[in-house]
């Protein structure tokens, strides 16, 4: 099993390439995609991500909200692996929170996590909102900002 994003880009070559990042503070929090695609497909990447962004306020699933909990715990899991790892999560806990958050503790907000939750939070920051993008490389074929506006959400009706 795998994300529809990375279905969607394969099957269609849109990207070689590619990797969500999500950035927490303690007041404020930054996530989005890194993509590496050949120059004649920046459109087409752009135009899946988008998509699959905005899906998120429409039409998550419960199935895929499980399988995102599921590959987010075995990634915790994983980093607490090294000893640089543990380093971080105190780090983030602490800068976070102010104090060191168990493993247990993270594990019970992540399954906490409800496919509505997440359409209700994609609705608020991602569905007809704007948008930050950078490109670097030959990005002559990457759409201009009014396009990525325009599909920053869907008309539904």
């Known amino acids: 099993k795998t994300s529809k994003l990375s279905i969607d880009l394969g099957e269609q070559g849109a990207a070689t390439a590619f990797k969500t990042f999500n950035l927490t503070y303690k007041d404020t929090g930054l996530f989005g995609a890194y993509l590496t695609c050949a120059d004649n497909k920046a459109e087409d990447a752009m135009w899946y991500t988008l998509h699959n962004m905005v899906r998120l306020a429409h039409k998550t699933t419960d199935g895929e909200v499980e399988y995102a909990k599921i590959a987010l715990k075995a990634k915790l899991v ?9 380093a971080g999560d105190l ?67």
Request: net charge negative; no cysteine; aromatic share 12%.
């Open 78 to 86: 994983a980093e607490l692996g090294t000893n640089s790892g543990v």
């Open 91 to 157: 780090a983030g806990s602490l800068s976070n929170y102010g104090r060191a958050v168990s493993l247990a503790e993270t594990f019970a907000r992540v399954d906490a996590v409800t496919a509505a939750d997440i359409r209700e939070t994609a609705s608020k920051f991602i569905n007809d909102e704007d948008h930050a993008l950078a490109g670097i490389g030959q990005i002559f074929e990457l759409p201009d900002y009014n396009w990525i506006r325009r599909r920053s959400y869907w008309l539904r009706y």
